[in-house]
């Protein structure tokens, strides 16, 4: 079973459904991710387990505790519930030192003074701060408050962690290395993550399980290989991992893309649900495309990109784009050249509005 449980959660704004009825599980030291664009209802779903927001319908526990329930009519504040928070914004207090930021939430809850030194202490060392406990967060960088603010969160010693895009405002470089520091954390206390972000690779990289969310709606929970390799559906596809589209018609004579032959034998078959739709999409991850030389589906390269190991190809098949991905040790063509491809994992999806 899981610790964290949301069952049937749904928050309203207005005419708005920013959360539909979510259930989700989160384990004991487990860390799920909430993937998904902007808008979907992820800081939504972190400030109602959080408490800063009641809950239209449905219930939220922590093990046996209920902490909302719709149902019971029944709603535990925020400072009752045992969860260290970090937000996207750096939420520290500039007038205090980092010392006294991470000291406050423990000082609130009536602590003894000798406990919270000791736990103040013990979340600087954690978090690497034990050198600056007595600067102005505004004299660290953004890697240095975000840490503050975790320091903080981990003073509480919370049975679970609740992290909005923490790292999306800080530099490439510190996001990966807090990404370690986190999971590091995580490993030592043990606590369970709510990670909520728009960035798929920092959900691959720090998550046990991901749930990837539109509209309020969840689309798929599963391991990241397990969402990255069967996406339920095309939105899935897109959002985790890069991937390309391409527009066929389907008729009489089989599937066909405007502009450019498609041998037959090189699409995977027609799933029964799409046989009858005069057009569909073939989608294919750029990793998952070969070159070949001779037949293929037939196209022109457009343009090439080194990404470091990778060479990106940008490949122009009757008017539309695929991409193609290949170490940097491997032979391709240049710009400007005719080629053909093989889609070696190539899925059908239905079209829809913007194909
Ligand atoms: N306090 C609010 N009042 C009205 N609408 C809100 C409020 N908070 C969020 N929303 C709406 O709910 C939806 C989900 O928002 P949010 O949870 O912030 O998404 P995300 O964090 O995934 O970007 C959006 O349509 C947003 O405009
Ligand atoms: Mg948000």
């Given at each position: ?184 954390l995580q490993r030592r206390f043990g606590f369970s993550i709510l990670y909520v972000t728009h960035d798929q690779s920092e959900a691959m990289a720090l998550s046990d399980r991901i749930l990837v969310m539109r509209a309020g709606v969840v689309q798929q929970v599963g391991a990241p290989t397990e969402v990255y390799r069967n996406p339920a559906n095309r939105f899935v596809f897109a959002f985790v991992g890069l991937s390309s589209f391409l527009r066929v018609r389907l008729g009489e004579g ?102």
């Open positions: 079973m899981g610790y964290v449980t949301l069952s049937q959660v749904t928050k309203r704004f207005g005419g708005v459904t920013a959360v539909d009825r979510l259930d989700v599980e989160v384990d004991q030291g487990e860390c799920l991710a909430m993937l998904g664009p902007s808008g979907c209802g992820k800081t939504t779903t972190l400030r109602m387990v959080a408490g800063f927001e009641d809950i239209d319908e449905g219930e939220i526990r922590v093990g046996d505790r209920v902490l909302s329930s719709k149902r019971g009519n029944y709603y535990l504040p925020p400072e009752k519930r045992n969860f260290g928070m970090v937000f996207q914004a750096f939420a520290v207090w500039p007038h205090l030192t980092v010392l006294e930021n991470v000291a406050f939430p423990l000082r609130i809850r009536r602590l003894p003074a000798a406990e919270i030194e000791q736990r103040t202490r013990e979340a600087l060392t954690h978090t690497n701060l034990l050198g600056v406990a007595h600067s102005r967060p505004d004299d660290l960088s953004g890697g240095g408050k975000q840490r503050v603010a975790l320091a903080r969160a981990l003073a509480i010693r919370p049975d679970v962690m609740l992290l909005d895009e923490p790292l999306s405002s800080l530099d490439p470089h510190f996001r990966e290395e807090m990404r370690f520091e986190i999971k590091d089989g599937p066909a893309v405007d502009g450019a032959d498609l041998p037959a034998g090189l699409c995977p078959p027609l799933p029964a649900e799409l046989s009858g739709a005069p057009q569909a999409v073939l989608a294919t991850r750029p990793s998952e495309v070969d070159f070949v030389a001779e037949g293929g589906l037939r196209g022109v390269v457009r343009r090439r990109s080194y990404l470091g190991e990778m060479v990106d190809y940008q490949v122009e098949v009757g008017g539309q784009d695929v991409r193609v991905q290949k170490t940097r040790h491997e032979p391709g063509p240049a710009p400007g050249e005719a080629c053909g491809l093989l889609l070696r994992a190539a899925r059908w999806y239905a079209a829809d509005e913007s194909d």
